[in-house]
Structures are given as C-alpha cells and as structure tokens.
C-alpha cells in the first residue's frame, strides 16, 4: 500500500498519524485527494460514523481509508452525550454550551464517572475492514478547570491523576488520552502489512 488517505482535514490529527506509523506508508489527508465533501457522519455508534466516513472516500476515490470517530459517554446518563458530543446543546462545536449543558444534566448526580472514546475504522485496498479502539476512564468535576485542550477536556478527570485534561496539557494527554490509543492500535497493525 502506497498511500493512505485519513479522512480528516485537521492538521494536527494528521502529524499525530503520520509521525506514529513511523513513514511505514504515506498519510495523506482528504484536501489532499481533492476531496472537499461534507461527508454524512449518521450513524448512531462511534464504530458506524468512523466505518461511514472510510467507506464514503473508499467507494468515491477508490482508495484505502481509515476515519475515527470520538466522544464523552457519561455513566450516569447511560452513554449521553456519546456520539452527539460535539453537537449536545444544538450548535457544533459551541464547547461552552455543551460543557453548561452536561454539568446541568448531571446536577445532583453522585455518580460523576464517564470515558471518552475514539474508534477507527480502516478500509484496506481489497475492502477488508478493520477496526481499532481507545478509551480512557475517568471522572466529571462539578465545574470547569483549566484553560487548554478542546471540547469537555475542561471538565474531565483521567483516572490516576487529580487534574483535568485541560490542565494537564497536551504532553500528558497525548500519551494517555482516548485517541492515542486508537491511534497507536492502528499504527500497530500498519505495521505489521506486508509491504
Ligand atoms: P471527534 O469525533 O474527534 O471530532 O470528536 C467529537 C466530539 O467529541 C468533539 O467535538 C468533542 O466535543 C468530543 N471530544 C472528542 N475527543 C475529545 C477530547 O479529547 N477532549 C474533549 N472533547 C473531546
């Protein structure tokens, strides 16, 4: 396999790939295929959006493909807000109203565990599919901490630690988080390819 098209166009996520498959295949990302769609994300599993996205460039560009897809799952509400994380309090992306949002739903709740997770789905040259995971356990606060990171990064606890992702920074983040995890299943198996 020559190239691999990660169906993304955050720059960031695509360094990430790239320095961890160690050059073992040439990441390419979606502008780079010429590819400007707004490719539907529907389903309503994390496994079914990162499988539906692959697939939509290995059906359109003809070309191997993997997607990932994350979000906050929160015990107490039985997985809420799951697959509608960026988009929990209507708008996407608005952080601020999706953090207001949770915290209010979750007044009164002693039980404050939740996970993120990241699944990847790779859609190899002959159309085998594979699929990767990442999941990181952890806890909500009672109100927001700390000014980095993303989305709910402000109010969410790793186990094993006593700060929020947010003030934990990106280096501690990177290694542990939901998403690295995917990340490094994926980066595994390219490795292990034939060439
Ligand atoms: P995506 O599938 O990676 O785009 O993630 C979807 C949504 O889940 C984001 O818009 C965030 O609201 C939330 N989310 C996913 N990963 C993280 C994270 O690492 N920190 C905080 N929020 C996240």
Do not use: W
């Not at 994300?41 to 496994?47: G, I, K, N, P, Y």
């Amino acid at each position: 396999m020559e190239k691999l098209v990660f169906a993304t166009n955050n720059r960031h996520k695509l360094e990430e790939v790239s320095a961890m498959t160690g050059g073992t295949v040439k990441i390419v990302s979606l502008a780079e295929i010429g590819c400007h769609d707004d490719i539907p994300e529907t389903a309503d599993t994390f496994q079914g959006n990162a499988l539906q996205k692959a697939a939509y460039v290995y059906e359109h560009f003809g070309l191997p493909c993997f997607a990932d897809d994350s979000g906050l799952e929160v015990d107490c509400l039985e997985g809420i807000p799951g697959v509608l994380s960026a988009r929990y309090a209507g708008e996407h992306g608005n952080s601020e109203a999706n953090i207001a949002k949770l915290l209010d739903a979750m007044k009164g709740s002693e039980n404050r565990k939740a996970d993120f997770k990241t699944v990847v789905a790779l859609i190899l040259p002959d159309g085998k599919t594979e699929f990767f995971e990442g999941r990181v356990d952890g806890v909500i606060t009672m109100e927001k901490r700390g000014e980095g990171g993303f989305g709910y990064d402000p109010i969410f606890i790793p186990d094993g630690y006593d700060k929020t992702f947010a003030e934990l920074g990106e280096n501690i983040k990177n290694k542990i988080s939901h998403r690295a995890k995917a990340i490094a299943a994926l980066c595994e198996y390219l490795k292990r390819l034939p060439k």
